[in-house]
């Protein structure tokens, strides 16, 4: 089975009636950049950058932090990379930050909200990213924005850091891109505003759903108790990228729900042609791509989303589709 995705690592990911699918690998660390070349990845759809400061025993430097984004960024090569600023709080602790009682983490102070309210850290974090990107293109995501004003800040902060790199006479990017994840249910009734804004997005399913379900995602009990391939579920995020298309604006989803080629079966039904997997899912993800008749896919989908008859899971139906396919 290796051998055969090894195989398909110089196949453009095209489905079977021609279209093509953006496939990129979710990262974190050193050892994920092999993967790049093994996969023959489009890019780095999500790069999450609080994963060096977990295993960090401090905090790590701006200096440490720009020699991890330069190695990304070299290892990507010509391939865009997505780098999203700290993520911490609710299931992402560093041990040597004072640890804040909270009686729900993850409704708690985290991610950009933490990073807004000690812009210090986030302030540093950009500064590394914008220097290791000198001469090349910046794409820069923001955690668990829940307002289209927390972008705004988080925004001017990459702005004012873009000034001071100028007047001190520092290289530039060539370009940067500001995005957010979507992953708040909120951000879902502020998508024309949203998408007038940012320069694109990226969907953090795993997020979304545990908050669209009230459901935590790290909790067995519930965590299985509702299904991303519900009607509701494949609405909520069929309207994001109905949306992202009105505006124009590339969204790709990088939550685990892409990782797993039933679920990134429907996620490309629905509309999605730019998915973020985790590396030991590329090569099943990308076989399916590459078998699938994305009309005959869309058109199966779409009634099934219909209000009426409305079921807990199209996870059967989709599946026999798959299976006739
Ligand atoms: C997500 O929420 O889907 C996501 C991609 O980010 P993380 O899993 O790191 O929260
Ligand atoms: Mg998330």
């Not at 004072?98 to 990073?115: H, M, S």
Request: aromatic letters at 6%; proline letters at 6%; charged letters at 25%.
């Amino acid at each position: 089975r290796l051998e055969r995705y090894a195989a398909l690592r110089d196949v453009p990911t095209v489905t079977k009636d021609g279209i093509p699918i953006e496939l990129h690998l979710n990262a974190g660390l050193l050892v994920d950049l092999p993967h790049i070349e093994e996969t023959g990845a489009t890019g780095i759809g999500l790069f999450r950058t609080e994963l060096q400061f977990m295993i960090a025993s401090a905090f790590p430097r701006t200096n440490e932090q720009l020699k991890l984004y330069r190695s990304v960024l070299d290892a990507a090569g010509e391939r865009p990379v997505v780098f999203r600023t700290l993520d911490i709080g609710g299931d992402k602790v560093l041990p040597y930050m004072r640890a804040i009682e909270e009686e729900n983490p993850a409704l708690g102070w985290r991610a950009i909200r933490l990073g807004l309210d000690r812009p210090g850290l986030l302030r540093s974090q950009i500064r590394a990213l914008l220097r290791a990107a000198t001469g090349r293109e910046l794409r820069l995501i923001f955690p668990m924005v829940s307002a289209v004003d927390e972008f705004d800040r988080a925004h001017h902060i990459v702005e004012r850091e873009l000034t001071h790199l100028r007047r001190h006479g520092h290289g530039l990017p060539e370009r940067v891109l500001v995005g957010v994840m979507l992953e708040v249910p909120a951000l879902l009734f502020q998508l024309d505003l949203l998408f007038s804004r940012v320069d694109f997005a990226s969907v953090g399913s795993n997020d979304l759903v545990q908050f669209l379900y009230a459901a935590d995602r790290g909790n067995p009990r519930v965590a299985d108790r509702f299904d991303a391939l519900a009607p509701a579920a494949l609405r909520a995020l069929k309207m994001i990228i109905d949306k992202a298309a009105e505006y124009g604006k590339p969204v790709t989803l990088c939550g685990e729900l892409a990782s797993r080629p039933l679920e990134a079966l429907a996620l490309a039904a629905i509309g999605y042609r730019k998915l973020s997997v985790s590396p030991a899912s590329y090569g099943p993800v990308k076989a399916m791509l590459l078998e699938l008749d994305l009309a005959a896919a869309s058109a199966f989908v779409e009634p099934l989303l219909g209000l009426r008859g409305e079921v807990a899971s199209l996870r059967p139906q989709l599946a026999a589709f798959a299976e006739k396919a």
